[in-house]
Every structure is written in structure tokens, then in C-alpha cells.
């Protein structure tokens, strides 16, 4: 968290309310919704206060800290209205199971529209409203099947590990492409190839060759919904086999 000269942390951007309009018709929500197309658009490494300020128009970087305090509290808002956009039963039915499994579906899907979200989130306390929230869901489930408060909020970070690690290596793969120059499925295509006949060299990899001259099994959706299977089995696993306490 960044401090100030003083040393003490800088105040999380929930504990300020959005300035009222004054002269300018810039508003916080206006500040996050472009900031969340810069990093769409550019990743992490795009999000500048600077190409912020560009795209809402003609404003200077100074003029959007009055409405987020320092970038922290923009990432913040930015994360929390990502959260925003993962669909939440209004309250946990009677299948525990599908209920982690909409939510982490859900969140999957959030994070592969916004791939800058699992790079940033690890980065900033999960205290917005809308985190918050889901984290609270997440937590009624698992506890009203059993399971300690403790135990649930390990299998929520588990969770979340999994769907933010997924996403984190899906962010890496897209950019080390970009970087070599990889956009098309022709140019995959020859890279791979290359890297079979690196493996064939020598006969020392025999199965690996094999694999890579027809590659084969789950695409990334498939995979993440196989180990998210294998999570929740898990999870189940150390759950009371009678479920809850009537």
C-alpha cells in the first residue's frame, strides 16, 4: 500500500465519497470506465494516469487525482467494477457445487474480457463493495455446508488462485506472442513446428514429438473447467459428510 511522507498508508478510496460536481462535468465513474479501456487495450503497463486523462478528453492528470485520490485508488475502482460484472445468485441454493461454480464460471469469464484484472488484483486489499460481496457469497456457501469461517475463507482464496492464476498465465502466453511476433494461426503453426523438430533432434523426446506433430486435448476453457473440478472435489472432500448442523 503506498505511504505518505509521514509513513503512515494512504487512505483507501472507500473511505472517500466522489466529489459533487462543481465546474467540470468529470465524474469518478467517467475516470474508471476509461481507465478500464486503456488497460483492455494496452494491459497493465498502459494504465497511466496520463493516457487516462487523454482519452476523456481535456483534462490533465492532476484533475482526475481530485476524483481518485492517487492510481491505487483507481486500480482499486477499477477492480471493484470488473467484480461488478460477475453474475451472483441473490442468495446460495440447495447445490453448494453449482453455486461455486457459477461464481468461479463467472469470474472467469470477467477476468478473460479484462486480462489486466488478474495482474492488478493481487496488488490492492479486495475491500471493494462489490469484492466484498461476492467474497460474502462465496463464504455462505461453504459455511452453510459445514465448514469452519476459517476453512471457508482458504477455499475461497484457493478459488480464487486458481481462476486469477489461470488468467495471469493467459495474460503472459498472449504477450510473449505478441513479442515474437505470433498474431496469426499460420505464424503459431510455424513456431510450432520448429519447436517439434527441436524435440524430435536426436530421437530424446519421442512422445513429446509425437504430440506436437498433432496436438491434442482440452482448449483453455476445457482445462479450467476440468481443474476447477478437480478444486471443488477437493473442497468436498473435507466438507462434514453429514453437511451442516440443522
Known sequence: MKE???????????????????????????????AIAVADEGGPQGLTMAAVAKRLGPYTPMALYRHVLSKDGLVDLMLDAVT?????????????????????????AVVKRHLWFAQLAPTRPPLGPHMMRRTEFVLQVLVGRGATLGEAMTYAALLDRHILGSAQQEAEELAMRRRHGIHTPGQLAAAVTAARELAAEGGRHPLLARWMEAPSGPGLDEQFALSL???????AARLPRGGPPD
Do not use: K, M, Q, Y
Request: net charge negative; charged share 25%; aromatic share 6%.
Open 4 to 34: 505518505n511522507p509521514e509513513g503512515v498508508p494512504a487512505p483507501l478510496i472507500w473511505t472517500r465519497p466522489a466529489p459533487r460536481r462543481r465546474h467540470s462535468p468529470l465524474e469518478r465513474d467517467d475516470i474508471v470506465r476509461a
Open 84 to 108: 461488478a460484472e460477475i453474475p451472483l445468485p441473490a442468495a446460495p441454493g440447495a447445490d453448494w457445487r453449482a453455486d461455486l461454480h457459477t461464481v468461479a464460471d463467472g469470474s472467469w
Open 229 to 235: 473440478g478437480f478444486l471443488v472435489d477437493g473442497i
